[in-house]
């Protein structure tokens, strides 16, 4: 009996001793679309926010406190985004890595900032996410007036004299990169044929590619996500339509060509210069292939926002969250991506978007950003 007490007290005193390690964790939080039809990118995003924590802990953790990682589920949709931020600030949890989609970013944004969390996006292009003067907000990622530029100048260089075509799915995202490519082809003295919208979610597309069809567009440019595009391209393939597709960069992701099968060959899209090419990257790509994971997409890019977070921290030698933006935005980091630096709004200083090609058998590689 004495010796059942004695276990019980080691047993009830590891658990306490357990529960305390715990609770000295610093945890922080990754949140995107794990399910939904974007959640192909939700994955890309918990796939880096694991390897990084994992990464990150086996180094010592952060000021000598290990990491853990709370996953949240948005699906895309903004009222769940604003659900997610506000469950993430009422835990306390400094951080976030998220959103994917601009749509939620946004929304979810005015939640952390009232929540004092500090929030990096790997993903949210919209120029808005970083216009509203937010103290809490940073991406690691591009914005669409950038890539609506190389979009337009590519398609301006190589098509033309040719009927061009814009799309878009009237989401935060989809319309503000069809808004920004259409600007700039506009002022490169480019005027579109047709000029449409559709909604997101939308399964048939044939009376869109009727028209374009009827006007012989020779390019279309979509404003939009992977699932729609893909099935937009197969619908065009079926009515004889050999018109190129271009997208931004919600298509770079393998699921794409498993919608379209082999019609997904020459079609188009912008993204930032592959990172799983990058020196920086080299190990990191190595230890994700290991486990049988392609970092493609934005899961280097979640990496890399996990990466600024915790040197930042380091640095300011505290977790608070106003404290750490203060030096993210004061000062340059190492990452997969290389180095970063961020201006006064929480945008990276320098960013280049160029222009891939997908393939008959499902890749995509980068061809030469100015089109030649």
């Known amino acids: 009996m004495k010796s059942l007490k004695l276990i019980g007290l080691a047993f009830g005193a590891s658990i306490a001793l357990s529960s305390a390690a715990f609770a000295q964790d610093v945890t922080i939080a990754v949140a995107g679309p794990m399910t939904g039809g974007e959640s192909a990118f939700g994955r890309q995003m918990k796939n880096g926010a694991e390897m990084a924590v994992a990464d990150l802990n086996a180094a010592g953790g952060v000021n000598g406190k290990k990491l853990a990682l709370d996953v949240e589920d948005d699906a895309c949709?903004?009222?769940?985004?604003?659900?997610?931020?506000?469950?993430?600030?009422?835990?306390k949890i400094p951080f976030v890595a998220g959103h994917y989609?601009?749509?939620?970013?946004?929304?979810?944004?005015e939640a952390y900032a009232d929540g004092n969390v500090l929030q990096i996006t790997p993903a949210s292009t919209n120029p808005l996410f970083t216009e509203r003067k937010l103290w809490n907000v940073a991406?690691?990622?591009?914005?669409?007036?950038?890539?609506?530029?190389?979009?337009?100048?590519f398609i301006a260089k190589n098509f033309k004299g040719k009927n061009i075509a814009i799309l878009?799915?009237?989401?935060?995202?989809?319309?503000?990169?069809?808004?920004e490519t259409k600007k700039a082809l506009n002022k490169a003295g480019v005027t579109e044929k047709m000029n449409e919208s559709y909604n997101k979610g939308d399964k048939d597309f044939n009376a869109i590619v009727s028209r374009l069809k009827r006007d012989n567009i020779d390019l279309v440019f979509v404003g939009g996500y992977h699932q729609e595009a893909g099935l937009i391209?197969?619908?065009?393939?079926?009515?004889?339509?050999?018109?190129?597709?271009?997208a931004g960069d919600a298509m770079n992701d393998k699921e794409f060509a498993s919608i379209t099968g082999p019609a997904a060959e020459g079609t188009l899209f912008t993204f930032g210069p592959d990172p799983r090419n990058k020196p920086t990257a080299k190990a990191i790509v190595e230890k994700f292939k290991a486990k049988n994971i392609?970092?493609?997409?934005?899961?280097?890019?979640?990496?890399?926002?996990?990466?600024?977070?915790?040197?930042?921290?380091?640095?300011?030698?505290?977790?608070d969250p106003k404290k750490v933006m203060e030096t993210i935005k004061g000062g340059e980091w190492d990452t997969v991506l290389g180095k970063l630096s961020f201006d006064a709004k929480g945008d990276i200083k320098v960013i280049d978007y160029v222009v891939y090609k997908w393939d008959a058998k499902g890749n995509y590689a980068e061809i030469n950003p100015k089109g030649s």
Do not use: F, H
């Open 77 to 91: 949709d903004p009222k769940q985004a604003r659900s997610v931020a506000e469950k993430i600030a009422g835990a």
């Open 101 to 109: 989609c601009s749509s939620s970013s946004i929304p979810a944004s």
């Open 139 to 153: 991406r690691v990622c591009g914005r669409d007036d950038q890539q609506g530029l190389i979009a337009a100048q």
């Open 168 to 179: 878009n799915d009237k989401t935060t995202y989809g319309k503000g990169l069809a808004d």
């Open 233 to 246: 391209l197969r619908q065009m393939r079926d009515q004889g339509l050999k018109t190129v597709l271009m």
């Open 294 to 319: 392609d970092p493609e997409g934005y899961t280097l890019y979640t990496y890399a926002a996990m990466q600024v977070w915790t040197q930042a921290v380091a640095k300011a030698k505290t977790t």
